[in-house]
């Protein structure tokens, strides 16, 4: 895959110029194929080089810079380096506000990827009113049984049962799940996700009967997948795939 990528690049610099908005793109794609692999060093720069284009060519609050902001911002985030990625999520989230209105759904997910940093860092009090934000947005824009509401519907369950409170965290879990399950279809990787979540809060809780089922029944899911992708899908099917369960979390960077 890198050849193709780095094929694609070469093409987009000669025939359009190394200053295009498609140049950036491809330099987005190149850095990520780089990122999927752990190898930071070479993903980063490409992002730096992808964002400096766009703010040249389309002006440093244009939408399509904040993508590349969440872009660098998720790699630095990735590294645990914390300090460098808050400062590009608020700034996107800013652009975001200013340019397409406080209720738009990529201020949700924005306001997604700025609570995440504050919940890996531990400091809930500021991830918490952010997710519900990025929640009832989603909810009055998208609808109540949009699968990006049941992604902030996970998001605060997880925070609220790292803090052990498993009376809120269950309901929020559950509702995901219905949600997935109807909108996605039973089988999708999602759904394994939030039965592999539901598992790991019913075993906090002591309650082994209910852990297992979830468990058992969200392997069913990944396994079956696993199958179909690994029987008929393409190298980078299986790879985004693989990523998908990596430590069975849900994350997202928009």
Same mark, same amino acid.
């Given at each position: 895959?890198?050849?193709?990528?780095v094929?694609?690049?070469?093409?987009f610099?000669?025939?359009?110029?190394?200053?295009?908005?498609?140049?950036?793109?491809?330099?987005?794609?190149?850095?990520?194929?780089?990122?999927?692999?752990?190898?930071y060093?070479?993903?980063?720069?490409?992002?730096?080089?992808?964002?400096?284009?766009?703010?040249?060519?389309?002006?440093?609050?244009?939408?399509?810079?904040?993508?590349?902001?969440?872009?660098?911002a998720?790699?630095?985030?990735l590294?645990?380096?914390?300090?460098?990625?808050?400062?590009?999520?608020?700034?996107?989230?800013?652009?975001?506000?200013?340019?397409?209105?406080?209720?738009?759904?990529?201020?949700?997910? @924005?306001?997604?990827?700025?609570a995440?940093?504050?919940?890996?860092?531990?400091?809930?009090?500021?991830?918490?009113?952010?997710?519900?934000?990025?929640l009832?947005?989603?909810?009055?824009?998208?609808?109540?049984?949009? @699968?990006?509401?049941?992604?902030?519907?996970?998001?605060?369950?997880s925070?609220?049962?790292?803090?052990?409170?498993y009376?809120?965290?269950?309901?929020?879990?559950?509702?995901?799940?219905?949600?997935?399950?109807?909108?996605?279809?039973?089988?999708?990787?999602?759904?394994?996700?939030?039965?592999?979540?539901?598992?790991?809060?019913?075993?906090?809780?002591?309650?082994?009967?209910?852990?297992?089922?979830?468990?058992?029944?969200?392997l069913?899911?990944?396994?079956?997948?696993?199958?179909?992708?690994?029987?008929?899908?393409?190298?980078?099917?299986k790879?985004?795939?693989?990523?998908?369960?990596?430590?069975?979390?849900?994350?997202?960077?928009?």
């Amino acid at each position: 895959a890198e050849p193709l990528f780095v094929r694609a690049l070469t093409i987009f610099e000669k025939v359009l110029g190394r200053e295009h908005p498609d140049v950036a793109i491809s330099l987005n794609n190149l850095a990520h194929f780089y990122e999927l692999r752990g190898n930071y060093g070479k993903a980063e720069p490409l992002y730096l080089r992808a964002l400096a284009i766009l703010e040249k060519v389309v002006g440093r609050e244009h939408p399509y810079v904040t993508n590349s902001l969440n872009n660098l911002a998720a790699l630095y985030s990735l590294q645990g380096n914390y300090g460098k990625a808050e400062p590009l999520y608020l700034r996107a989230l800013a652009i975001r506000e200013k340019v397409l209105g406080r209720e738009h759904p990529d201020v949700a997910a @924005s306001l997604n990827n700025l609570a995440a940093i504050y919940s890996l860092q531990g400091n809930d009090g500021k991830a918490e009113p952010l997710y519900l934000r990025a929640l009832a947005i989603r909810e009055k824009v998208l609808g109540r049984e949009n @699968s990006d509401v049941a992604t902030s519907l996970n998001d605060l369950a997880s925070l609220y049962q790292s803090q052990r409170n498993y009376d809120k965290a269950e309901p929020l879990y559950l509702r995901a799940l219905a949600i997935r399950e109807k909108v996605l279809d039973r089988e999708h990787p999602d759904v394994a996700n939030n039965l592999n979540d539901l598992a790991s809060l019913y075993w906090e809780k002591g309650d082994v009967t209910r852990s297992t089922d979830f468990y058992t029944r969200g392997l069913a899911v990944e396994e079956k997948n696993l199958q179909l992708i690994y029987a008929v899908g393409s190298e980078q099917r299986k790879q985004n795939y693989a990523q998908t369960f990596t430590g069975s979390t849900t994350g997202v960077v928009s």
